[in-house]
């Protein structure tokens, strides 16, 4: 059973460019989750979606970012414009509403 | 509000010594979960070990054990015997039981372990 899928590992973007981060959720769950960790610091939460729904996005930067998890394919965590302070490690984790939330590898955002 | 503290920055210790990471909740909720997750430096999380608040058994697997205490609202995690492997940044978080189950974490703590 396939784990949490994150990808790309690691992102190079120059500043003012557009990053586009993939999560595929763990096969049976439902619910996806995406915390930032800014280097030195702890997970922050982002955003919660479920299947063509967001349920919780109170963590997320009121600008230049955005989340969607699609009925078909992967959830989509898109930064626009972006800038250095966005370098950071970006994980999704899935689950379900009762279960512990397992993480992906993370996506390694580096903004030049 | 809900808030987890792991007051130990970092921590260096000599192979075979056991060590304890401290950490300290608040919520308001009355069932909630609790977390430790490794994060060794190739960056990938490892869940380590989830605790119900109605269950306030301590829990030991093989060299780890977790101390949970809902009266000082604290779940410490110790490691006996320590190895180099151990060396990693742990992290401690609380999820609640309602709403939408997001984590909080603490901010880690960077344990070394020297050989």
């Known amino acids: 059973n396939a784990g949490v899928m994150q990808n790309p590992r690691h992102l190079v973007r120059r500043r003012g460019q557009e990053a586009r981060l993939r999560c595929s959720p763990m096969k049976g769950h439902s619910h996806v989750y995406w915390y930032r960790q800014l280097p030195e610091e702890g997970l922050k939460f982002m955003v919660y979606l479920q299947k063509e729904n967001i349920i919780d996005e109170s963590g997320m930067p009121k600008e230049r970012f955005s989340a969607e998890f699609p009925k078909e394919g992967p959830s989509i965590l898109r930064i626009q414009q972006v800038v250095r302070g966005d370098s950071a490690a970006y994980f999704c984790a899935s689950g379900t509403e009762q279960e512990t939330q397992y993480f992906g590898p993370g996506t390694r955002l580096l903004v030049l | 509000a809900q808030k987890v503290t792991q007051a130990q920055t970092e921590i260096s210790v000599v192979e075979k010594e056991d060590v304890t990471l401290d950490c300290v909740y608040e919520t308001r909720d009355t069932t909630y979960y609790l977390f430790w997750y490794k994060q060794p430096p190739s960056g990938e999380l490892v869940f380590l070990i989830r605790?119900?608040?109605?269950?306030?058994q301590n829990e030991i697997s093989g060299r780890y054990s977790w101390n949970f205490q809902k009266s000082t609202s604290s779940f410490n995690f110790t490691i006996t015997a320590s190895q180099v492997v151990d060396s990693a940044v742990y992290f401690c978080?609380?999820?609640?039981?309602?709403?939408?189950?997001?984590?909080?974490f603490g901010t880690g703590t960077r344990l070394k372990v020297l050989a």
């Open positions: 605790r119900n608040s109605f269950d306030e």
């Open positions: 978080a609380l999820r609640g039981a309602s709403g939408t189950y997001k984590y909080i």
